[in-house]
């Protein structure tokens, strides 16, 4: 459903360890917004909506809001580090096009 790189884990693992809560996993949610018309939202949670989708990539829980699941099936999420920025990055094969920061899709 969703796959999370080695840098997208390492970096949500640091950001885990360093929780003063415990953290259950990962929640992703598109929202209607952004340049592009859609734009994701992600966030660690310490619990997970019981009517969100799960799944695990390298062993760390992700959650998936219900309708935002055909709007992101098949995404791959990386962690980059390079002169444009630091931050994740979303390869989702559902957008057809997507704003120049890449953090918003249609």
């Known amino acids: 459903m969703i796959q999370l790189t080695e840098a997208a884990v390492q970096a949500l ?3 885990i360890t360093s929780s003063s809560t ?3 996993g ?3 949610t ?3 917004g952004g340049c592009s018309g859609y734009q994701y939202q992600m966030g660690l949670v310490e619990n997970s909506d019981p009517a969100d989708l799960s ?3 390298h062993g760390l829980a992700v ?3 219900p309708s935002s699941v055909a709007f992101i099936a098949g995404t791959t999420i990386d962690f980059v580090d390079s002169l444009d920025g630091v931050g994740f990055a979303f390869n989702n094969p ?3 096009s997507t704003c120049g920061c890449g953090k918003s899709f249609c």
């Open 55 to 57: 799944c695990e990539s």
């Open 63 to 65: 959650f998936i809001e």
């Open 26 to 28: 990962l929640r992703l």
């Open 13 to 15: 693992r640091i950001a």
């Open 22 to 24: 415990p953290i259950a």
């Open 94 to 96: 559902q957008a057809k």
């Open 30 to 32: 598109v929202l209607a």
